[in-house]
């Protein structure tokens, strides 16, 4: 079992940033692929990044790649998304996931996931 629980969203301007931590209860935290994905208002829940258990395997979804930035400290239990140059198309709900080694073909779906967060809302204004 494990539990996450994300911090850090908040509002802020476009062109500023945030940085979202993930908080994990469980002994086998770093043999997770960790991720973060996001739901705006009325629609699906999207893929936003991923990272496996040793943190030399990431991958972004393009509409943030090169702003955002997924990385991992197993040795606190915790998985970050650092969000620059934020847009207003980026408010939603981040959530963070784990999944215990997520095939290629679900790596980028909720299906991937074994275990959610709550979520924690992120709001960038115009």
């Known amino acids: 079992q494990v539990q996450l629980v994300e911090s850090g969203g908040g509002l802020v301007q476009a062109g500023g940033s945030l940085r979202l931590s993930c908080a994990a209860s469980?002994?086998?935290?770093?043999?997770?692929?960790m991720g973060w994905f996001r739901q705006a208002p009325g629609k699906e829940r999207e893929f936003v990044a991923t990272?496996?258990?040793?943190?030399?395997?990431?991958y972004y979804a393009g509409s943030v790649k090169g702003r955002f930035t997924i990385s991992r400290d197993n040795a606190k239990n915790t998985v970050y998304l650092q969000m620059n140059n934020l847009k207003p198309e980026d408010t939603a709900v981040y959530y963070c996931?784990?999944?215990?080694?997520?095939?290629?073909?679900?790596?980028?779906?909720?299906?991937?996931?074994?275990?959610w967060g709550q979520g924690t809302q992120v709001t960038v204004s115009s």
């Open positions: 996931a784990a999944g215990d080694a997520p095939a290629r073909s679900v790596l980028f779906s909720t299906r991937g996931y074994d275990y």
């Open positions: 469980g002994r086998t935290f770093s043999s997770y692929t």
């Open positions: 990272i496996r258990w040793s943190g030399g395997y990431t």
